[in-house]
């Protein structure tokens, strides 16, 4: 089974259309309210293969019998194969009225040729229903053939040995020439089938001959040229709409399956007859996509992501064509309304204005995108939506459909890598073998420098006495025999499970040079009591973190992946990939995995006093000293010091908050949860969507979506501020000027008043020269620009002096040392007030956070 049939699961598809529109046009300044109707396609082939009769569908298309279209196909031999009754279930996707259409066919064990003749040149559909009916002589399950046109492979040798089921193809061609071919090429000792086709003309304004690109941002010409099969049809926020509703006579789909972030997802609509369409523009999609929508639900306080989020699987190796419909239906009035679009993370739009484009509210709207193959890394597409600007009236964004066709690639295929002709444009196997020689050869002589190297360095080091020693090998061992085993990458404690494999490994995401520990599904099932729900200790957008024992007595965390979460795959492999290569007393150590029975299963060394933010509100935990603090604060700035600095690329967290700063049993912190980290290059940004946890987001990298390591500072700073005061970032129910504690905070500090919000249960033993250095550092990380803020070794730096001047200070008592009397900029008779006062916040719901708490538990993104 060839190309997009391995991606697509269950027929994608769209249904079979015919052509059908007309526009009544209400005279406006800029737009027309528009009815749909009928329209009359030039082109209009529609068979249905194999039967005797003519077929009428429920939207009134009629399909011709074979005996109809004869003159049509040309064909040493054919044999025509036909079922008058056979139970056929549809899924969601393939309209209820297409079903007649796949009860017979025609099979060809000879190469055959249908001939159109086109009386307009210009765009066509191209059509094609297959389903393997049973028939006395022939399996149609085990027939592999190509379908192709004069010009463009649709598919190459292609079988539904493994899709029984019923499956749609839609194509989109440009023709121009006076004839158009489809011709079937069975495999040698092989045969081919068809059950219905359509060759319809499609408007020659359906699609433009150029794009926006991502990346590069650009402009692509020459889709013309192109051929496209039609991946994904969905109206967003919406119901499926069949044929018969569809200006053009296309099956939509809901986006539920693709939704990957419900949760912060509502939907809205208006009545279809109230859309209106830009002056002379022709009907892309029906009314009835551009009345209903997806908008942010609760945007003001919108927790684990800023973004509303589709994603779809596609082949890889190909580039496709996005198309993303847009109307405004939840505005009250204009400019209310302007957001960012992202695709695969890279900015498509910025500052999308509808009011802008089409100067009317429910008018609407639509971009293409041509997103370039090297974009597509993990098989998938994701189509996202978010604020423009954290300061924006309307706090709000909107997708109302989405399309997305594949492209034909440089062998006019869209189906692999073979022409028409039957010649393989692809690299070139002599270039391939070199380049697997060059690669073998670079490898060996890199392993065999690496080699000298550790030679060479352990020579400088070898231990007094070696030469009276009996063997060599004694002095080449680890540079430091002190060095706990713990401190590698997988532990080796259970040396048994160590050189097992997976049957299911993901290749790639361990270096070779790692000491791999897979665990058996069943071990962990026996370490966690089957999963038990009282082992859960944590909840995240991976999945749920239990609390495991081994065989041995080691204590484990153990994330087990949600098989229902899109997002958890991509987590999983960053994951992976970031924990492959660092290694660091302050980052929580991945011991190993699991990912057998389609599991995806990360097991890490066990912080036994959870995550910071537990011990700072929302829980009965007893509260940490401010020593404890600084020094927590300390160990997770090495941890992020270390990331923006230890690799060849720096590595930017981006979720740094309170709940990823994990404590073990001594209280030293380690940052953990690198689901969503990323490299930089070196004093260089990269852009991308935005992503982090509300309340900690640098604002800068909100506006600009460009990530550089400042954006760490900034919400190292937010969790500088929270573990001073011991509340949440965000209180919703506050009055306004203190929702934001880093607001708060620093507004707080300009009046002399920041005393007043301390936790009042360490209030009294900090001294002011620490407090003083402390605020210092954590005002000076949220600076509104990254280039005015800190790196983290200069974070770290003031936050050592800190402890310092904690630690030298002579034992103090409220009336010798007050911290409300360290200098800000406040008024004399401010800083003159009781500080009786700071051990109670001026918050009246102060002692109740669990209320306002994203998390009273171990609780991710």
């Known amino acids: 089974m060839g190309g997009e049939n391995k991606v697509v699961a269950k027929p994608q598809a769209m249904c079979s259309l015919c052509l059908a529109f007309s526009v009544f046009v209400f005279s406006l300044t800029n737009c027309a309210s528009v009815s749909d109707s009928h329209f009359s396609p030039p082109n209009n082939y529609l068979i ?35 079922v008058d009754s056979i139970n056929i279930k549809a899924s969601s996707s393939v309209p209820l009225s297409s079903l007649p259409l796949y009860q017979t066919a025609r099979i060809f064990p000879e190469e055959s040729t249908y001939t159109f003749h086109i009386s307009k040149t210009g765009p066509l559909w191209v059509r094609l229903y297959f389903f393997p009916l049973p028939h006395s002589s022939y399996n149609l399950t085990s027939a592999v053939f190509s379908v192709q046109t004069e010009r463009i492979v649709l598919l190459h040798d292609f079988s539904m040995r493994t899709n029984i089921t019923l499956l749609f193809k839609e194509y ?26 359509e060759v319809v003309s499609a408007p020659d304004a ?25 991946s994904y049809r969905v109206n967003v926020g919406g119901p499926p709409i069949n044929p018969n509703k569809d200006t053009l006579s296309r099956n939509w789909e809901p986006d539920n399956p693709y939704n990957i972030f419900p949760e912060g997802t509502r939907n809205a609509s208006v009545p279809a007859k109230s859309i209106r369409y830009p002056k002379d523009a022709p009907l892309i999609a029906p009314s009835s996509v551009y009345s209903t929508g997806a908008q942010m639900k609760d945007a003001q306080v919108n927790g684990p992501n800023f973004n509303l989020s589709w994603r779809m699987n596609v082949e890889s190796n190909y ?9 405004d239906i939840v505005s009250k009035s204009l400019n209310q309304l302007y957001f960012n679009v992202y695709i695969n993370e890279m900015v498509g739009m910025s500052d999308l204005d509808l009011s802008s484009q089409t100067k009317a509210l429910r008018t609407a709207f639509y971009k293409d995108f041509v997103l370039n193959e090297s974009a597509i890394t993990d098989g998938s597409i994701t189509v996202q939506v978010g604020l423009a600007n954290p300061q924006q009236s309307a706090r709000n964004a909107i997708l109302n459909g989405i399309e997305v ?42 392993t065999a420098l690496l080699f000298i190297a550790m030679i060479c360095i352990r020579w400088h080091k070898r231990p007094q006495g070696w030469e009276k020693r009996n063997n060599f090998s ?9 060095q706990p085993t713990s401190s590698c990458l997988f532990s080796t404690k259970s040396s048994n499970y160590g050189s097992r494999k997976s049957k299911n490994r ?30 859960v200790v944590g909840v995240g957008g991976f999945g749920k973190v239990y609390l495991g024992m081994l065989e041995d007595r080691t204590k484990v965390a153990i994330k087990r992946g949600n098989p229902t979460s899109e997002q958890g795959i991509n987590e999983f492999r960053t994951e992976l990939d970031m924990l492959s290569k660092l290694r660091h007393r302050h980052l929580v150590s991945l011991i190993g995995f699991c990912d057998e029975n389609s599991e995806m299963i990360l097991v890490y060394e066990y912080m036994a006093n959870g995550p910071l933010r537990s011990h700072l509100y929302g829980s009965n935990l007893t509260h940490l000293s401010w020593k404890q603090r600084l020094e927590i604060c300390i160990g997770a700035a090495r941890g992020l010091h270390y990331l923006h600095t230890g690799a060849a690329q720096s590595i930017v967290h981006r979720d740094v908050k309170t709940t990823n700063i994990l404590l073990d049993e001594n209280f030293v912190a380690k940052v953990s949860d690198f689901g969503l980290s990323k490299a930089v290059p070196n004093k260089a940004y990269v852009s991308t969507a935005v992503k982090g946890s509300f309340g900690y987001l640098d604002p800068e990298y909100f ?20 573990v001073l005061c011991a509340r949440p970032v965000i209180c919703p129910t506050l009055p306004t000027e203190r929702v934001n504690i880093a607001d708060w905070a620093k507004q707080q500090h300009r009046r002399g008043m920041l005393h007043k919000i301390i936790d009042p249960r360490i209030a009294d033993t900090i001294t002011s020269n620490s407090l003083k250095k402390y605020v210092e550092a954590a005002e000076k990380c949220l600076q509104d620009q990254g280039i005015d803020r800190p790196n983290m070794g200069d974070v770290l730096r003031n936050l050592e002096y800190a402890l310092q001047l904690q630690e030298t200070a002579p034992s103090i008592h409220a009336s010798e040392d007050k911290i409300a009397d360290f200098i800000v900029f406040g008024s004399p008779d401010e800083k003159k007030e009781d500080h009786s006062r700071a051990k109670t916040s001026d918050d009246p719901n102060f002692t109740n956070f669990a209320l306002f708490s994203q998390i009273t538990n171990f609780q991710g993104r």
Not at 319 to 327: E, G, K, N, T
Not at 707 to 713: A, H, P, R, V
């Open 48 to 82: 249905d293969c194999g039967s005797t009769n003519k077929t009428k569908l429920k939207d009134g298309r009629i399909f011709k019998s074979d005996y109809d279209t004869t003159s049509l196909l040309s064909t040493n031999e054919d044999v025509q194969a036909s």
């Open 172 to 197: 989109l061609i440009n023709v121009s020439d006076s004839k158009f071919s489809l011709k079937f090429k069975p495999k040698k000792k092989s045969f081919a089938f068809i059950n219905a086709i």
């Open 206 to 230: 359906l699609i433009s001959n150029s794009a926006a690109t991502v990346p590069p941002v650009g402009e692509s010409k020459g889709l013309f040229l192109s051929a496209l099969q039609i």
């Open 319 to 327: 580039s496709y064509l996005i198309r993303m419909h847009f109307c």
């Open 405 to 446: 066709m594949k492209i034909s690639n440089a062998a006019d295929s869209l189906d692999g890598l073979f022409s028409v002709d039957g010649k393989y444009k692809g690299p070139s196997s002599t270039r391939k073998t070199m380049k697997i020689v060059a690669g073998f050869g670079l490898a060996f002589a890199a």
């Open 474 to 482: 004694s002095w080449l061992l680890p540079l430091s025999s002190s």
């Open 506 to 535: 993901i290749s790639g995401y361990f270096p070779s040079n790692m000491i791999e520990r897979f665990f058996p599904f069943s071990e962990l099932q026996q370490a966690t009591n089957n999963f038990d729900e009282q082992a």
């Open 703 to 722: 506006r600009s979506q460009q990530l550089t390591e400042k954006s760490d500072i900034y919400s190292f700073g937010v969790v500088l501020f929270e």
